[in-house]
């Protein structure tokens, strides 16, 4: 995906406090964006979830790790992570980008749910931002990778992933980072189960 066409393009990683975004986002600074590309980092909020009401309660006491984007995310994933919640890991994800591709425009969103499926937010969004590609992280559920995924037309029980690359109008690529250096498995509409060396 690197190259210097001189098109600006527009990358949306979809951004939580997850190992799953961290990886994400680390596989769209080290070969998704390149010189002069805009990079937004897409949080959708549900105000209805469990989640955000327990991370008002329980914190993590080691806070965010700027040594790289998955221990970052990974402190965070426990409950909200460090001190500020929400807020910190996304400023935290904006900082590592600009660090790490400091020629890239960086832009953070927060967009709620409003009673749709995040997917559907995460869609509306792409199209809003007339984006080029959507990077989202994704975890491999045991059923899924044993029944394989539903083709008849119906996305229930397709995660959030599999639904955006299905439905996705700009190119959509589901990573799932394998291992600390074992490289990324990545699926889009055309290619599933490739395995990119880090």
């Not at 500020?84 to 400023?91: A, M, N, R």
């Not at 997917?119 to 975890?139: C, E, K, N, P, T």
């Not at 539903?150 to 109008?169: C, P, Q, V, W």
Request: proline residues 2%; positive net charge; charged residues 25%.
């Amino acid at each position: 995906m690197e190259g210097g066409n001189g098109q600006a393009r527009k990358v949306i990683v979809v951004a939580d406090p997850t190992r799953e975004s961290a990886a994400a986002l680390q596989y769209a600074l080290s070969h998704a964006v390149v010189k002069n590309d805009t990079l937004v980092l897409l949080h959708v909020e549900n105000p209805n979830s469990w989640r955000n009401k327990i991370s008002l309660f329980k914190k993590s006491s080691s806070g965010v790790n700027l040594a790289g984007v998955a221990a970052a995310a990974s402190s965070a994933d426990v409950g909200g992570g460090g001190s500020g919640g929400e807020s910190d890991f996304l400023e935290e994800m904006k900082h590592v980008c600009e660090i790490a591709q400091p020629k890239i425009q960086v832009c953070v969103e927060k967009v709620e749910m409003e009673g749709k499926e995040k997917a559907a937010v995460i869609l509306s969004q792409s199209m809003v931002h007339d984006a080029d590609l959507l990077v989202v992280g994704q975890r491999r559920r045991l059923s899924n990778a044993i029944l394989g995924q539903r083709k008849n037309g119906s996305f229930r029980g397709l995660d959030t992933a599999e639904n955006l690359i299905e439905n996705s109008k700009c190119t959509c690529v589901a990573v799932q980072k394998k291992g600390q250096d074992g490289g990324y498995l990545l699926n889009t509409k055309t290619h599933k189960n490739f395995w990119l060396l880090a």
